[in-house]
C-alpha cells in the first residue's frame, strides 16, 4: 500500500467534529480499514492537565475522534501506543485524560513495555537494523497523530519526529 499523507484544518477540538471529518477523509481516500487493526500513534511528549497546558502534545479530542471514526468505519481493533518522554507511559496516558474515553473504543499500548521485533533495512543509510514495538509492525494499518509545534532543532515538528519513540537501534 502507498504511503499516504493528509494535512487537515480542524478549527475545533470536538471529538465528533473531528470523528466527522476523518470519516470524510479515509472514504474519500478510499482507504479501507473494515476488518483490519489500526495503530494510531499521538505525541504525548509532556502529558499535562488542564487543556491549556497541553499545546506540545496531540489533544486527547484528535485521538478518540479518529478512534471513533475507525471504529464506525468497521475496523476490528484499534490501538493507541505512545512512549511518553517524561515518566512511564501509563502515567502520560493518565495525565492526559484519555483513559476514561478510550475504554471500550480502542486499547492504550504503553510502548515501554512492548514486545519488540527486529527489522532489517535493506541499503540503509545509516542504521540497517531496528527494534520495533511488535504492537505496530502486527497492525495492518499506522495512523500518526502529530502535533504542529517547533522545537530547538527544527523549524517544525511534524510525523517524522512522532516516530522518534517507535525506533531502537537493535
Known amino acids: 500500500m502507498k504511503p499516504r499523507v493528509h494535512l487537515l484544518d480542524q478549527m475545533t477540538y470536538d471529538s465528533r467534529a473531528i470523528c466527522a471529518h476523518v470519516k470524510a477523509v479515509l472514504g474519500q481516500d478510499e ?10 500513534k ?23 475522534g479518529t ?13 493507541v501506543g ?9 502515567n502520560g496516558f493518565a495525565a492526559m485524560g484519555i483513559l476514561p474515553a478510550l ?13 519488540r521485533c527486529t527489522v532489517e533495512i ?8 531496528f527494534s520495533m514495538p511488535r504492537s505496530l509492525m502486527e497492525a495492518d ?8 509545534k517547533v522545537n530547538m532543532y527544527a523549524v517544525v515538528t511534524l510525523s517524522v519526529k512522532n516516530h522518534i519513540g517507535l525506533l531502537l537501534q537493535a
Open 31 to 40: 482507504l479501507a480499514v473494515r476488518g483490519k487493526s489500526v495503530f494510531l
Open 42 to 64: 499521538p505525541s504525548f511528549v509532556y502529558p499535562a492537565r488542564p487543556p491549556r497546558k497541553r499545546a506540545v502534545n496531540t489533544q486527547p479530542a484528535v485521538v478518540i
Open 82 to 90: 505512545e512512549d511518553c518522554l517524561v515518566g512511564p507511559s501509563e
Open 141 to 148: 494499518l499506522f495512523i500518526s497523530l502529530p502535533k504542529l
Open 67 to 79: 478512534a471513533m471514526a475507525l471504529r464506525d468505519l468497521g475496523a476490528k481493533r484499534i490501538l
Open 103 to 115: 475504554h471500550g473504543l480502542a486499547e492504550p499500548v504503553y510502548l515501554q513495555n512492548d514486545a
Open 122 to 129: 535493506s541499503n540503509s543509510l545509516v542504521e540497517s537494523r
